[in-house]
C-alpha cells in the first residue's frame, strides 16, 4: 500500500489561463518523510489541496492509502480524508473554545477508524502525543487554545494531525511563525513520529534550512515543470 501516489496530474484553477500543477510523478512510502522545497506562491498549496481532495483532480491521477481521489466526492471524499490524512495548517485552524486536549482529539470524533487506531484510551494516546511534543505540562492540556503560545498551538495541531496514525500527513508551511531553534526542534519531533507510527510525511516549505530533517527533499519548481 502506498500512502500516496501522484502520475500525471495537471490541475488549472477555473477561470486561470496557465496551469498551476504539471506533475508527472510522485510517492511516497509508508513511514517516509518528504521535504518538497519552493518559493512563496509557486503552488506547492494548491498541490496538498489536490491530494486532500479539497478541490477536484481528474480520475486516476492522485491515490492516497490507494484510493483514487478523484474517484470520490462529496461525504465520501470528506470521510476518507478524514480517516486517511492528517493535516497541519499554517495558521493551525485549531478550535479556540475547545481545550488542547480536546482539540487533539477532533479527528476520533469524525472517524471510527481513528478513534480505533487511537487505542483503548484515545485521549490517554493524546495525552502521550502532547507530552512527546513537549506538551508535558498537564496544566496545558485543559487550556483552551486561544490561550496558548503559537508554539504550544503548533504542538496541539500536530498532536492532532498524527493521532489514530493516518497513513498521510499534509503540512502546509507550519513553521513560518517560529523562530530557527523551535523550528528545528519541532519537525525534529514530527518527523520522528511519523517515522515511528508508520505514516508518511510530506512537509511544504521555502525553507531549505529544514531539509537536513528529511528522508528526501524535492524543489517543487522541478517536479511541476508540466505546469502551463
Not at 483552551?144 to 508554539?151: F, M
Not at 496541539?156 to 513560518?176: C, M, N, Y
Request: net charge neutral; glycine share 10%; proline share 4%.
Amino acid at each position: 500500500m502506498h500512502p500516496l501516489r501522484i502520475e500525471r496530474l495537471v490541475y488549472r484553477w477555473p477561470g486561470a489561463e496557465r496551469s498551476t500543477l504539471g506533475i508527472g510523478a510522485l510517492s511516497l512510502a509508508s513511514g517516509e518523510s518528504l521535504f518538497l522545497y519552493g518559493p512563496s506562491g509557486c503552488g506547492k498549496s494548491t498541490l496538498l489541496s489536490a491530494i486532500a481532495g479539497v478541490v477536484d483532480v481528474p480520475k486516476g491521477v492522485i491515490h492516497v492509502a490507494d484510493q483514487d481521489i478523484g474517484a470520490v466526492c462529496g461525504g465520501t471524499r470528506d470521510r476518507f480524508r478524514v480517516d486517511h490524512i492528517g493535516m497541519i495548517f499554517q495558521v493551525f485552524n485549531l478550535v479556540p473554545w475547545l481545550s488542547a486536549l480536546e482539540n487533539v482529539l477532533l479527528p476520533c470524533t469524525f472517524s471510527q477508524r481513528r478513534r480505533a487506531r487511537a487505542g483503548d484510551n484515545p485521549a490517554r494516546t493524546a495525552r502521550r502525543l502532547l507530552d512527546e511534543l513537549g506538551l508535558s505540562d498537564p496544566s496545558l492540556a485543559s487550556k483552551q487554545a486561544h490561550e496558548l503560545s503559537v508554539g504550544q498551538q503548533q504542538r496541539v495541531a500536530a498532536a492532532r494531525a498524527l493521532i489514530g496514525t493516518p497513513d498521510l500527513i499534509l503540512a502546509d508551511e507550519p513553521t513560518s511563525a517560529l523562530d530557527e531553534a523551535t523550528k528545528a526542534a519541532f519537525v525534529d519531533l514530527l518527523a520522528r513520529e511519523c517515522a515511528e507510527a508508520g505514516t508518511a510525511l510530506l512537509f511544504v516549505s521555502h525553507d531549505r534550512s529544514l531539509e537536513r530533517h528529511f528522508d528526501r527533499g524535492v524543489d517543487f519548481l522541478a517536479l511541476n515543470g508540466g505546469a502551463a
